[in-house]
């Protein structure tokens, strides 16, 4: 085999860290954006936020207040860049670094301290605090504290009393009955229905605390006990037999046990409540919708005047490290300008294409694919879907994710399209509009839409209904 050498020219596309920092960025949400900006401010002392208030060293633009001004301060510059017919926008000056707005803002350092919200207590922690007040013997309420800490979220013990015994060492010589004593005790603790083995045994509880007088008390027993399935699959024909009563003693019995509660220890649940901070926020300005940038979602960041400063005076191989953050700097107060110009644009963009929907609601909605977006704008469809994957816009009609506004086309018999969302809306209003003692069934729907011009089959109704959790017609029947 002959050894040569050979000179070869080819092409490649490489990813400059720049160009990687600005893809990541923008497929984080704000939330993450944010956690991602803290880091680089702790890593990069040349990167700083700006805290609010009037800063002489920094530019500062004026927001404006009116109606007619619908564009933020921040997002000026991108609003000229949509806008037809418009002038390029001004370089951006990375040394006084853009006058983005920060939600957490505040010149007030009192605010800081604001009053603690009190944490609700535990359901075992109520549970204790209850058993601590018995008048049992030491033994017995460690068995009972033994089954507070083996109940779920929802206050269910998951174990059976077999199994929770074999678990115990045989020297503390517990048995079976021990322990159905002291699930006796856990269950006349509140909430009632604590300690409950399913959901049965849950509702039982529930009705057996109730007031002798309780009308169809005993009736709603018998259905809990031995017919729960029944009343699950809305067979009221074959509960009325059962209990040899007629419609209005059925309703007074369904309505009772339909007013228990099957999670007892819900409220005690330690889910805390997640907030979502719109990205964008769309508003009617003499008769046209604009979009905007949320002030509040966007950080304002800028260049460490200090450290730049030095650096201008000391251009030695000293300062090597210190040209490199002031580089990455640069880089991210750049990309994630870009960002939210580039949420803007495709925000712009789906209000354009969403008008009706916007005027008139869901059934409006106009089909739209990423595709449609992407060329408009002159950007890749992989970029329109990490724009609008997790990012929010406020409309009249509430808050909606980006990718709300695309969906999937049906064709009509008048050769046009309706967007799936459309569809969905006119089968929530068909199901909200119909007899619940004669509910309407999917091929039913299917046919109703049909006479509307929408051809949509059986299957697709079912897909569609699923999706909204919208029950079956079985079980959406009522007497």
């Known amino acids: 085999m002959k050894h040569s050498l050979q000179l070869r020219l080819s092409q490649h596309l490489t990813l400059t860290p720049q160009l990687q920092q600005s893809i990541r960025l923008l497929q984080l949400s704000t939330l993450e954006l944010n956690q991602e900006i803290e880091r680089l401010l702790q890593d990069n002392p040349l990167l700083e936020r700006i805290d609010g208030g009037s800063d002489p060293s920094s530019p500062q633009r004026e927001t404006p207040q009116s ?4 564009m933020p ?3 000026a510059d991108s609003a000229q860049e949509s806008a037809p017919g418009s002038e390029e926008p001004a370089p951006f000056d990375v040394e006084d670094g853009p006058t983005y707005s920060n ?4 010149d007030n350092e009192d605010d800081d301290y604001g009053p603690l919200a009190e944490q609700p207590a535990s359901l075992s922690a109520h549970l204790a605090a209850q058993l601590s007040l018995l008048h049992l013997s030491e033994r017995d309420k460690r068995l009972v504290s ?4 083996s109940l779920s979220d929802d206050g269910y013990l998951p174990q059976t009393l077999e199994e929770i015994g074999e678990m115990l060492p045989p020297e503390l010589d517990v048995d079976h009955d021990d322990l159905s004593i002291a699930l006796q005790h856990l269950q006349h603790l509140e909430p009632v229905g604590v300690g409950a083995r399913n959901l049965a045994e849950c509702l039982a509880l529930q009705l057996a605390a109730k007031p002798d007088d309780t009308p169809q ?8 006990n031995h017919h729960l399935d029944a009343l699950a699959a809305r067979d009221f024909a074959r509960l009325k037999r059962t209990l040899k009563c007629d419609d209005a003693c059925l309703r007074i019995v369904q309505k009772l046990i339909t007013s228990l509660n099957p999670r007892p220890g819900r409220d005690f649940s330690s889910e805390e409540t997640r907030f979502v901070i719109a990205d964008v926020i769309v508003r009617k300005t003499k008769g046209v919708w604009i979009a905007a940038l949320n002030p509040d979602a966007m950080p304002r960041l800028r260049v460490n005047r200090m450290y730049a400063d030095i650096l201008q005076r000391n251009r030695g191989g000293s300062a090597q490290q210190l040209n490199s953050q002031l580089q990455e700097a640069k880089w991210l107060i750049k990309n994630v300008q870009q960002r939210f110009e580039t949420i803007l644009r495709v925000s712009q963009a789906i209000v354009d294409r969403q008008r009706n929907f916007l005027e008139h609601g869901e059934v409006a909605m106009r089909p739209l694919v990423l595709r449609e977006i992407a060329e408009t704008l ?3 469809e992989s970029t329109v879907s990490r724009v609008t994957t997790l990012k929010f816009m406020h409309t009249p009609r509430g808050i909606f994710e980006l990718k709300y506004f695309f969906g999937s086309h049906v064709a009509t018999e008048a050769g046009g399209a309706a967007s799936s969302t459309a569809i969905r809306a006119l089968i929530k209003q068909l199901v909200g509009a119909e007899n619940t003692k004669s509910p309407l069934s999917d091929g039913q729907i299917s046919e109703l839409l049909g006479q509307q011009g929408i051809v949509v089959a059986r299957r697709t109704i079912a897909k569609y209904r699923e999706s909204m959790q919208i029950l079956p017609v079985n079980l959406r029947k009522t007497l």
Do not use: K
């Not at 008390?217 to 809990?224: K, M």
């Open 146 to 149: 033994l089954l507070i800490d």
């Open 73 to 75: 301060a921040a997002s």
């Open 103 to 106: 939600a957490g803002s505040n």
């Open 217 to 224: 008390r005993d009736a709603a027993l018998e259905i809990v």
């Open 67 to 70: 109606e007619n001004a619908e």
């Open 378 to 380: 002159g950007l890749h």
